[in-house]
């Protein structure tokens, strides 16, 4: 059931929560939700956590992945997700949105807005998706001075810092800095575009008893791999992080095929969401019944007439 007005979220925060899941032994898995629709489908579909990707967000906007948006876009994103779902949900931070200041006040803003987790990366603006050449690093004090500020802000924020490092500094950097993040304080480590099983086996070898996330994107350096094989290699988190964004794309893009080529939308209507459908899973019927519920403001028709003398 969807977030209803009226409605308590969990009292324990959301950090905590996310941290719990964690910690419970075998390997999360987290798919991406670019939208509030998305989040209430992965929610349906039985997962407790979702995963607010950068690059989702910003292609929902028309938009590159290159650092752009601001925390407050970001933070809009979070409100939806969270207020349709109630999971835990873990978000894509980028660089951090500037130097140690900045990403302070980007924790603060994610967790007011409901975030459980941030992921914090160790790239330069104009940072790139992980799985794209030519990324820029940034100096790994200076990141591990990011993650240690996102520490020294946070309530109950579960901090995750990212490397970039595999692709320029090889495995050995990647650990490297990885290691200086945890020194820092970082909660788990997310290493970026690993490209085969060795690596990825490798680096978990390396980081023992650590927490680390994996990303099984698509079209990206990564083979495919299930949950259930990252776990086997060491994982304690998978994020899909676009998934859902370029499914719902492509059935966009048939949808207004379809409407230019026959001037209706007939012979799309077998591969919609039909409106019960929709309305079930918005939760119509429950907010009616709240509304019902509420006991109508009855105003006075007129003043009372004063008596005389009185």
Not at 90 to 106: I, K, Q
């Amino acid at each position: 059931m969807p977030y209803l007005l009226g409605q308590d979220f969990p009292a324990q925060p959301a950090g905590q929560r996310f941290r719990a899941l964690v910690e419970a032994g075998g390997i999360l898995r987290i798919p991406g939700a670019h939208n509030g629709m998305a989040a209430l489908q992965a929610k349906a579909a039985g997962f407790e956590a979702i995963y607010l990707s950068g690059a989702a967000m910003t292609a929902s906007m028309g938009l590159p992945d290159l650092g752009i948006i601001t925390v407050d876009e970001v933070a809009f994103f979070v409100r939806q997700v969270v207020r349709a779902s109630g999971l835990p949900v873990l978000v894509d931070g980028d660089t951090g949105y500037g130097e140690a200041l900045n990403v302070m006040h980007m924790v603060r803003v994610f967790e007011d807005a409901g975030a459980a987790a941030v992921q914090i990366e160790d790239q330069l603006l104009p940072k790139k998706c992980g799985h794209l050449n030519d990324k820029k690093l940034a100096d790994p004090r200076e990141m591990a001075a990011k993650v240690a500020a996102a520490l020294r802000a946070r309530r109950h924020l579960y901090v995750i810092a990212r490397t970039d490092a595999a692709a320029s500094e090889g495995l050995d950097g990647a650990v490297a800095r990885a290691r200086l993040y945890l020194e820092a304080g970082a909660d788990a480590i997310f290493p970026e575009a690993l490209t085969n099983a060795e690596m990825f086996r490798e680096f978990a070898r390396r980081m023992p008893g650590v927490p680390l996330l994996a990303n099984m994107t698509e079209f990206g350096r990564t083979p495919f791999f299930t949950a259930a094989e990252f776990e086997t290699m060491g994982y304690r988190m998978v994020i899909w992080p676009v998934s859902s964004l370029r499914v719902a794309n492509r059935a966009q893009e048939r949808l207004y095929a379809a409407l230019a080529r026959d001037g209706g939308t007939q012979a799309m209507v077998d591969q919609m969401q039909t409106r019960a459908e929709l309305y079930a899973a918005i939760g119509l019927a429950d907010y009616e019944a709240l509304d019902a519920s509420i006991v109508a403001t009855i105003t006075p028709e007129g003043m009372p007439l004063r008596e005389p003398g009185s």
